[in-house]
């Protein structure tokens, strides 16, 4: 039997109206978007949840509606660059909570381990990242964001982010962490000073769920964001046919 890929599975399979209800109910970006962009999304997640391989760890099985928001967390930071699926990862790891990890020998939230293209998170951070929508935290696009820098570096061959954009991201990050601007009333926290890759994925979070704050505290670097990301949440500017938002 031939095994249909993710992609033809998607666009052959209805989406189902489960997955549907969900977004409506409890996904705030997809509650955002046009009717013709919503139809767009939940392809987009459907790909995502039939491409990938979820595997719970220290519980049976993963709750159906996890598999869908973990999905539309993905779908949500890569919806304006229309040919990204974070490709080089293809298993998706999920604990019920915090996990000891061997190497680090510490406990973790969540993990990207680009060797073995693993996307890992613990359930209930995830959740809580994605109840608690405002205060730019959110374990879920953290670790989303992660994958897709490294999926930028590793399929180089269509590098998707424009280099020189993504180094003057870079020279803020540091200029910013230089000079002692994060945390207190910088919408960054002092986490995001840890490497680039840190810095990032806390500008990810911010990007989403404190747009406006972001915006107003520092311009330029959110200017970049919706170059990178070729979208505006403020605007809900997602447009995934176009080439690039100018
Ligand atoms: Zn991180």
């Known amino acids: 039997m031939i095994h249909a890929t993710g992609s033809l599975r998607s666009s052959l399979m209805p ?11 409890y996904f705030r970006y997809y509650q955002g978007l046009s009717a013709e962009n919503k139809a767009i999304f939940e392809r987009r997640v459907c790909r995502f949840m039939y491409s990938k391989q979820f595997i719970p760890r220290g519980m049976k099985t993963i709750p159906v509606e996890v598999k869908v928001f973990v999905a539309a967390t993905a779908v949500q930071i ?4 229309p040919d990204v699926h974070l490709s080089h990862f293809s298993k998706i790891l999920i604990y019920p909570d915090n996990y000891y990890s061997t190497i680090t020998r510490r406990y973790h939230k969540g993990e990207v381990n680009p060797a ?32 897709l820098r490294i999926e930028n570096i590793v399929r180089q061959e269509y590098a998707f982010f424009d280099e020189p ?4 991201f870079d020279q803020i990050a540091r200029r910013m962490c230089g000079d002692g601007s994060v945390g207190g009333d910088s919408v960054f926290r002092p986490y995001a000073c ?3 890759h840190e810095f990032f994925s806390v500008a990810v979070e911010n990007f989403f769920e404190r747009s406006v704050q972001f915006k107003m505290q ?15 949440p403020i605007h809900m500017m997602v447009n995934p046919f176009s080439s690039r938002v100018a």
């Open 116 to 147: 073995f293209g693993i996307i890992v998170l613990s359930m209930k951070n995830f959740m809580k990242g994605f109840l608690y929508g405002e205060d730019g935290v959110n374990l879920g696009l953290h670790e989303m964001a992660h994958a």
């Open 78 to 81: 890569t919806f304006g660059l």
């Open 218 to 232: 520092l311009g330029e670097l959110y200017s970049i964001m919706v170059r990178l990301l070729n979208q505006d």
């Open 165 to 168: 954009l993504l180094e003057r």
């Open 15 to 25: 989406v189902p109206s489960y997955y549907r209800e969900l977004l409506q109910k």
């Open 194 to 196: 840890t490497d680039l």
